[in-house]
């Protein structure tokens, strides 16, 4: 009898087949999960901005006529560009992690002189006014990286958020009135790190009642969805 090893060996090696997809089918699956993806991604982003392109309409088309609006619209908004700036005691800043509030931005190019401090005056009347919806707007006062700050005037602008930030990279983001500075203005940034408003040069006491006005009727269209606090 023959041995049942040497049989064994001797059958042919019986191999499973199994179809290979083809290349075509693999791209079109590829283009389809490629899509649903991008459409994913883009429902996402539409929801997360939702909320503040409904405060904009109910702001700017669907308020009572005859209302007019005191601030410059900015169309298109700039975002909030990717620059490191530095606090007073030296250390480096995200102007990025400034989203998620409101912010008032004040800009000194410059020594700080008396027009330049009734500004920032205004900035804090303003912010105090809101009283209860203060908390949704923060203070910002953008220095030149070369302009030197007033021991005095720092300490009397409690709360408010004071950084040095490059003049290049700064005027590539703000924008003053033809003809003005770009620390003439007061400048408005919604959450979402956009540049949106800028106020008229140099606001006396009827114009900052204005603004006040322009910053309670955004804050009020925005109520729904903006909380206090970054």
């Known amino acids: 009898m023959a041995d049942a090893s040497s049989n064994s060996s001797s059958r042919p090696v019986e191999l499973t087949v199994y179809d290979l997809p083809s290349p075509v089918d693999v791209a ?3 283009a389809t999960r490629t899509r649903v993806g991008r459409l994913r991604l883009l429902l996402i982003l539409l929801i997360c901005a939702a909320p503040v392109i409904a405060s904009y309409v109910t702001y700017y088309w669907l308020r009572p006529q005859g209302t007019r609006v005191f601030g410059e619209l900015i169309e298109p908004q700039r975002p909030l560009p990717a620059i490191t700036a530095t606090d007073l005691k030296g250390q480096a800043v995200d102007l990025t992690q400034l989203r998620g509030q409101w912010l008032f931005v004040a800009v000194s190019q410059g020594p700080c002189d008396l027009d330049c401090e009734n500004l920032l005056y205004v900035q804090r009347q303003l912010h ?3 009283g209860k919806e203060a908390d949704k707007l923060d203070r910002i006062w953008l220095i030149s990286t070369r ?4 021991a005095q005037l720092v ?3 409690q709360g408010a958020t004071v950084l ?3 003049d290049a990279a700064l005027t590539q983001w703000l924008e ?3 003809g003005r500075k ?3 203005h007061l400048y408005l940034v919604d959450p979402m790190g956009n540049w949106m408003m800028r106020f008229p040069p140099h606001p006396d006491a009827a114009a900052a009642a204005k603004i006040k006005r ?3 009727r955004l804050l009020r269209a925005a109520a729904s969805w903006d909380q206090p606090g970054r």
């Not at 302009?147 to 007033?150: F, L, R, T, V």
């Open 182 to 184: 770009l620390g003439d």
């Open 176 to 178: 003053p009135a033809q």
């Open 164 to 166: 040095r930030v490059d």
């Open 28 to 30: 079109v699956e590829d």
């Open 147 to 150: 302009a030197p700050a007033k």
């Open 128 to 130: 105090k006014a809101l």
């Open 214 to 216: 322009d910053l309670e």
């Open 155 to 157: 300490e009397a602008l």
